[in-house]
């Protein structure tokens, strides 16, 4: 089965004048970015399934909830510089996941359930403590994919033997 051309996210931001609301303009938007001094996410931003990108970049987060994996539409996660010691293992959840940014955080290990991501095509570990084979692994060619098959060998129970379906 060919995969489609993973098309990287633009932030394009656009608002509707107050005629267009008056008239009964309906908005569509698949991207939420949140960005600044922010420590804490509000849960009910997990609430929103329909999103495809959502980027809380630059930020003072620490930890990211476990409800993420509610957004099941995800193509692209951009975590990049905050001060994240962990990720949750329901990452691995988002099957839809393309593009996964963790650069520069404090991550020291990375959950194996990471390993279920068969459609990460980007995915930047730079400026974290991580093993020096998970850094090598992902800026290597096709690093994403490689490094999810290492995820991949270590998780137990029901993926044990998927690899070898995915190579």
């Known amino acids: 089965m060919p995969k489609e051309k993973y098309e990287k996210p633009g932030r394009q931001h656009s608002l509707m004048s107050a005629a267009d609301v008056a008239s009964g303009k309906q908005s569509t938007w ?5 960005t600044g001094s922010v420590r804490n996410i509000c849960p009910q931003l997990f609430h929103f399934q329909h999103i495809t990108s959502l980027f809380l970049n630059g930020n003072h987060l620490v930890q990211i ?21 962990s990720i949750p293992a329901e990452l691995g959840d988002l099957s839809e996941l393309r ?4 650069n520069s955080n404090q ?21 974290n403590p991580l093993p ?25 129970g029901e993926y044990s033997c998927t690899r070898m379906f995915f190579e």
Not at 65 to 85: G, Q, T
Not at 99 to 102: A, K, N, P, V
Not at 147 to 152: D, E, R, T
């Open 132 to 156: 020096t084979d998970y850094l090598n692994t992902s800026h290597s060619g096709n690093g994403a994919q490689k490094l999810v098959h290492l995820l991949l060998d270590h998780l137990p």
């Open 30 to 34: 698949y991207s939420i970015e949140i």
């Open 99 to 102: 593009e996964l940014l963790l």
């Open 65 to 85: 909830p476990p409800e993420v994996c509610h957004l099941i539409h995800l193509n692209c996660l951009d975590l990049s510089f905050n001060k994240l010691r």
């Open 107 to 127: 991550l020291r290990t990375l959950p194996y359930e990471l390993g279920k991501l068969f459609q990460l095509e980007i995915l930047d570990l730079g400026g």
